[in-house]
């Protein structure tokens, strides 16, 4: 069976690549899907497309609606959405991630450290598995192609 997953989360680390190693190396097909995660390339779109703010809530506000143009499409093609939290920042657009897929009907997969359990137990209820490291995540997806 072939899917097509999304990963959403931190983007200080490389849990995105051992994910898609981990499915290369299982033989899965599955389509990978993720935001831009080059930070200055995600912050800036807005205003090198749509022109110069002299406010950082507009020139924000600009950067989030074209993420959201692509994080909402892919979403919604994704058969499941993995979303990593981690512990040095605050990913309030992974939560906001999570709550498109929950209100899609999209199995979610929960990945972070056990520390983070009592802030994020909403969304670790709402999710099919909760998780902590890649390699788990990859067996779920070996699991379910199967």
């Known amino acids: 069976m072939d899917y097509s997953i999304y990963l959403s989360g931190e983007i200080h680390s490389d849990w995105r690549e051992q ?6 190396e299982s033989g899965l097909d599955i389509t990978i899907y993720s935001p831009v ?7 800036e779109v807005g205003v090198k497309i749509l022109g110069e703010e002299e406010k950082p809530f507009w020139k924000d506000h600009k950067a989030a609606k074209i993420n959201a143009i692509r994080t909402n499409t892919l979403i919604q093609r994704s058969d499941v ?5 981690g512990e040095k920042y605050k990913q309030w657009n992974a939560a906001f991630d999570a709550g498109i897929a929950i209100g899609l009907g999209i199995p979610l997969i929960v990945m972070h450290d056990p520390a983070l359990t009592h802030p994020l137990k909403e969304i670790d209820g ?17 699991y379910i192609s199967r």
């Open 19 to 24: 994910i898609e190693s981990g499915i290369k």
């Open 37 to 43: 995660t080059h930070h200055e390339s995600s912050d």
């Open 81 to 85: 959405v993995v979303v990593r939290f």
């Open 126 to 142: 709402a999710a099919m598995a909760v998780t902590e490291t890649p390699q788990q995540v990859v067996e779920i997806l070996k």
